[in-house]
T-cell receptor, first 110, second 115 residues
Framework: AQRVTQPEKLLSVFKGAPVELKCNYSYSGSPELFWYVQYSRQRLQLLLRHISRESIKGFTADLNKGETSFHLKKPFAQEEDSAMYYC????????????FGGGTRLMVKP | GAVVSQHPSRVICKSGTSVKIECRSLDFQATTMFWYRQFPKKSLMLMATSNEGSKATYEQGVEKDKFLINHASLTLSTLTVTSAHPEDSSFYICSFGGLAGGEQYFGPGTRLTVT
């Protein structure tokens, strides 16, 4: 069975501070990991995926297979980063199906 | 990204009635789509996965006779909540599978309130 855990329900930081949203997973095969974001009153949307190794809106995430983690990081948080962040996993041959973590609400204070 | 619409955006119905929620992809076609339920301040709970032209696959604990899914075409899927009860009140979100594995395009959601 696959599982995604986001240990923090809420993360509050000041503007300009570094941010790390934690995500751990359990899966026996080779997973693909994603971060989805939901801004206030907006739909859920893809932020980034580990295979693309991109930096989106200043966010990066590295897949650490040894620690089974996919933490989302940003060196300097902005107020507009305040949102709900979901880590998600897609397993082998899963097509588009995703297993979501519980989500972390990021609040960036001025 | 692809555009997915849901209609209605919010609906209030009386206990015992049925409610239909539409989910449309406006600018692409997808064979697989998903219906989720989201409780306040909780994560998304996958209800079912459907492929166009096939019966939906429901997650454990989701009553298929209560939550009827019709994936009629590559751009349209409907979720009908039958004989709604107050505990069915929730935020229902659909998504269409993208071209890349694990990629989903989400609708804006429908807030259902059963009185």
């Amino acid at each position: 069975a696959q599982r995604v855990t986001q240990p923090e329900k809420l993360l509050s930081v000041f503007k300009g501070a570094p941010v790390e949203l934690k995500c751990n997973y359990s899966y026996s095969g080779s997973p693909e990991l994603f971060w989805y974001v939901q801004y206030s009153r907006q739909r859920l949307q893809l932020l980034l995926r580990h295979i693309s190794r991109e930096s989106i809106k200043g966010f990066t995430a590295d897949l650490n297979k040894g620690e089974t983690s996919f933490h989302l990081k940003k060196p300097f948080a902005q107020e507009e980063d305040s949102a709900m962040y979901y880590c998600a996993l897609s397993g082998d041959n899963a097509g588009n199906m995703l297993t979501f973590g519980g989500g972390t609400r990021l609040m960036v204070k001025p | 990204g692809a555009v997915v619409s849901q209609h209605p955006s919010r609906v209030i119905c009386k206990s015992g009635t049925s409610v239909k929620i539409e989910c449309r992809s406006l600018d692409f076609q997808a064979t697989t789509m998903f219906w989720y339920r989201q409780f306040p301040k909780k994560s998304l709970m996958l209800m079912a996965t459907s492929n166009e032209g096939s019966k939906a696959t429901y997650e454990q604990g989701v009553e298929k006779d209560k939550f009827l899914i019709n994936h009629a075409s590559l751009t349209l899927s409907t979720l009908t909540v039958t004989s709604a009860h107050p505990e069915d009140s929730s935020f229902y979100i659909c998504s269409f599978g993208g071209l890349a594995g694990g990629e989903q395009y989400f609708g804006p959601g429908t807030r259902l309130t059963v009185t």
